[in-house]
Each structure stands twice: as structure tokens, then as C-alpha cells.
């Protein structure tokens, strides 16, 4: 028996336990993947959201600490290729396997480090948050969907960004309440959260409409392998930005929004459909 082989197969499990357990509509995009790229979308999945956790939920602990520990080994699993860690070993084995740049990662951490102490973004700082906690992401994924391929990494990279960019900002506004109200964030620059109304609610939600269209033309230009997967996830964001759309300010700003999972189960029946009659 290969040792080697079964703890990676190990460590891809509990990047799937992980995925599985915090999101079932990313579960859904990842299982309409082909086969070969599930694997390393849910060691990247796993990577992010341990990060996450460290920096959103692990109040009784010192934060910093956790993250900076993080952040070495996830070093150092990289360099030595390979971690006891099994959500680090099945990230590493993504990126050496798909020449995932460090640079990608290191924002991304840099992203999570901000928001243990920054709670209000000019539009720099707000530029420089989506890059890390959202596009690289996307950019990583990227790496994967192109296997190696340089040239349709590069032509797709502005729309994976755009994309990331509208996914994370859906993410803010669905999360109003306890990014403002629990935690003390506010994201959007320019947009007083303590007086949200309909007129801030627009302008979030057109530069939104904005990268949503980006990202749905590159979404048409991935793989067949590819197209399926990323266009579930699209389609349950877009019903997610729609319901928020529809609802009013005061709402959004007291109550988290929700797809409902049957509704994520028609949603994945009409882009199947979709996908089949090559609509998409």
C-alpha cells in the first residue's frame, strides 16, 4: 500500500467534510465539476475557510496568534510538500500540482489579517480587501480549471476576478447584521450602514450588476468540464443578489437572507438543463 497516496486521499476528505459542513452551495458547484478538479477545489475551499474561521469565530482565543501560525504552516507545507495538518496537505498538494503563485495566497492572508483590526474602508483599503478575500480565490480556482494552460489562465483572469469581486459583495450584504451590528465592519466605502437606505442599497447593488456581467462572460469561455460547475454557483448567487434586491433596506440590514436548500436543488436542475441544450 502506497502511505503516501492514502493520506492525501485522507486529506482530501476533510477538505470535503469541510466544504460540505460550512456551504452546500459551493458543495453543489464543486460535485458538478469533472471528476479530476473536485479535488483540488475542495483543498482550496477547506484552506480559505479555516482562515476564515480564525479570524470570524474563534473569539475566545488569540486571534493573531492562530492566524500567524496558520500562515507559517501553511508555508511550510508548500515548501516541504507536505503537512500533518490535513487541510494544509490537500491545499499544498493544489498548489504545487497546479502552480497555484504564492502571491495569491499570501493576499488572501493578508485579506483575513486586515479584519482583526479593520472595521471601517476607505476605497483603497475596500479594493484591497476584495482582492485578497475573493478574487485571488477565484484566481486560485483559475489555476486549477486551466491545468497549466498559461495563455486561457491570463485571458480569463479579469473575469474570474470580477466574479470573486461580485460573490463577496453579495457576501457583505447578506451578512450586514453581523459584520455591522455584531462585529463593528463596514465594508462599503462611502455608505453610512447606521443610516442604510434604499438609494445605498442601489449603488452597492449596480456596481454589483456591473461584475456579475463580467463574470458570467468568462463563466462562457471555461472548459466543458468547467462551465456546469461555475454556472450553478452563478446562478444561486444571482437568486441570492435578486431576493436581496427585492428586499428592503431595514431587512437586509436585520435579518441574513437565505436560499432556500429546495430552491438550491431547482437551481441546480435548471442549469444542468441549461447546460445540456448548450445555452450556456
Do not use: W
Not at 120 to 138: M, N
Not at 185 to 198: K, Q, T, V
Amino acid at each position: 500500500m502506497d502511505y503516501q497516496k492514502l493520506f492525501n486521499r485522507v486529506s482530501v476528505s476533510c477538505s470535503k467534510v469541510v466544504t460540505r459542513s460550512y456551504s452546500t452551495s459551493f458543495s453543489l458547484g464543486i460535485s458538478c465539476l469533472d471528476k479530476e478538479l473536485q479535488d483540488p477545489i475542495y483543498s482550496i475551499y477547506g484552506f480559505v475557510r479555516f482562515a476564515d474561521e480564525i479570524v470570524d469565530t474563534f473569539h475566545h482565543y488569540d486571534k493573531q496568534t492562530l492566524l500567524d501560525r496558520f500562515k507559517k504552516d501553511t508555508h511550510l507545507a508548500v515548501a516541504e510538500k507536505i503537512s500533518l495538518n490535513p487541510i494544509l496537505n490537500s491545499f499544498q498538494y493544489a498548489v504545487n500540482n497546479y502552480n497555484i503563485e504564492p502571491a495569491l495566497y499570501d493576499q488572501f492572508l493578508k485579506s483575513m489579517e486586515m479584519d482583526l483590526t479593520q472595521t471601517q474602508y476607505d476605497q483603497h483599503a475596500f479594493e484591497e480587501y476584495i482582492l485578497g478575500s475573493a478574487q485571488v480565490v477565484g484566481l486560485m480556482c483559475l489555476r486549477v480549471f486551466c491545468k497549466r494552460n498559461d495563455a486561457m489562465y491570463q485571458r480569463l483572469k479579469p473575469n474570474a476576478m470580477h466574479l470573486g469581486a461580485a460573490f463577496q459583495k453579495i457576501n457583505f450584504l447578506r451578512d450586514l447584521k453581523a459584520d455591522f451590528q455584531d462585529m463593528g465592519r463596514s465594508y462599503f466605502p462611502g455608505i453610512d450602514l447606521s443610516r442604510f437606505n434604499e438609494d445605498s442599497k442601489r449603488e452597492i447593488e449596480e456596481n454589483i450588476d456591473t461584475d456579475f456581467k463580467a463574470g458570467y462572460e468568462g463563466i462562457k469561455q471555461l472548459p466543458k468540464g468547467v462551465r456546469l460547475g461555475m454556472y450553478v454557483a452563478y446562478v444561486y448567487y444571482y437568486a441570492l443578489f435578486k431576493k436581496i434586491k427585492n428586499t428592503p433596506p431595514d431587512r437586509v440590514m436585520n435579518n441574513r437572507i437565505r436560499i432556500r436548500n429546495r430552491h438550491k436543488l431547482s437551481i441546480l436542475a435548471f442549469s444542468y438543463v441549461k447546460h445540456q441544450l448548450k445555452l450556456i
